[in-house]
């Protein structure tokens, strides 16, 4: 999986992101956006673009893919992973 | 200390101590390893949760689009960090530089940071707020046990306090089909925050979208059935409101009871620091080894004439963790102040509402765009002659212009020809805020004065 944030300050409602990635993101009314922070990995591709198209820049996107933490409230297998 | 090579030895082998393992603490360690800090790194948290996003808690996730579980932060890099986590943080020894924790272990620190933030406040009375059926709404677990109960398909849901979050959760509600009682003290929804001219169009919005929404009322007791679930909620008008959950959103409280007994100006405003989010102590001494950072810290803040500002919202806990990062590695000559505009979003009932500066200081409203009556517009706060705050509903693009406005302290009302302005954007009108002495459920933006060591409340439940 791929975590992401967007940040709805800079988030000025262009849509680009909804129709690069429409799994992912999806506008909410005329200028409200709702997404998925935990994003498949087959969209991966996909969310880059998004990312990279977004005119502000809003997207956050996971730049680490082995996590250093356990989340300590999950299943142990996780935690001994210790990548989403 | 700067030039005697202890700044390098601290970036080398120092050790940083992060309490608060929520947005600004996992950002604020991310800064301190991408400015090369290579010592020892450990964040303490008291969720057994890693780093998790909020604003999905009270939007996506009662949706029924995401899932509370599945929010963790995405990370911008590498932390290479000890994570105590499930463990909270219980005493600082600010003498000999330890935090102490509930497991009775001691972390020695450097440098520390605190990101402890702010926690929902309960329903007051105890033996209600254990009914079954009644929720606060601040973490992932409480997000996720309230969507669940959504999920089965509640009679009704009343939700208690209509600021910012409670708005979004009855705006969740009703997109769910769910029937929906709000109760608000105030004479309307978000009137602490943006005040009675923009809170009657957020009244609007919610009884437009079938919301049963009683302001100028409070709940005065819950009642459970025998098996301890809750049933009805009785009201200050003397109605009865029946329902099987109930959600509490009577705003925050800072977590900084830890400190108590400290000597750190720590206190239920927050954690007084300076403009670079080094906290002073409680005789106003500022210290050089610790600071905060996200909703818990107060700060001075130069568009207000430095009075002290605590903010819950998200663009500053990333700020300040970056600010205060920066600083801990820095000589003083080179440190930052913290002077970005306050800002935060809300969307509820289909409508996208932005805001930078401080409405909440606002004594007048002018709106500059748009018309009230369409539930889309910029309105403009004028505070001593000058534009403090702006507030967008459905109008996002243009905030920017208004932060420029705040940032050079423009006047007001603002001189330009507006390109758009409509009958109700003529002329200012008071933008009708609450007595600050009576407070409201939901302020996201407190201005607390000048004194480093104020310990007075600001808020007290009439409950």
Known sequence: ?84 | MPGDGSLEQLKREGRIVVVGASLAGLRAAEALREKGFAGSLTLIGDEPHEPYDRPPLSKQVLLGRARAERTALPRLRAVDATWRLGVAATGLDLADGRVRLADGDEVPYDRLLIATGVRARPWPHEAEAELDGVFVLRGRDDSAALARRLDAGPERVLVVGAGFTGSEIASACRERGLAVTVVERGAAPLVGALGGVVGAVAAEMQREHGVDLRCGAMVTALEGDAAGRVRAARLSDGSVVETDVVVVSLGATRNTEWLAGSGLGAGPRGIACDAGCRAFDIRGIVTDDIYAAGDVARCPHPLFGYQFLSLEHWGNAVTQAGIAAHNMLSASADRLPHMEVPAFWSAQFGVNIKSVGVPSLGTEILITQGSLKEHRFVGVYGYQGRVIGAVAFDQARWLPFYQELIESTAPFPPPFATVDRRPDGQRPLDADFPDPSVPTHGPTVTVSGYSPADRRMTFTPAH
């Open chain 1, 1 to 84: 999986m791929v975590r992401i944030a967007v940040d709805l300050n800079r988030c000025q409602g262009y849509a680009q992101c909804a129709f690069l990635a429409p799994e992912v993101f999806a506008m909410h009314g005329e200028e409200g956006l709702l997404y998925d922070p935990d994003v498949d990995e087959a969209q991966r591709e996909k969310l880059a673009r998004a990312a990279a198209a977004c005119p502000v820049q809003a997207i956050l996107v996971d730049a680490v893919d082995a996590v250093d933490v356990a989340d300590a409230g999950d299943t142990p297998a996780e935690a001994v992973s210790g990548a989403r």
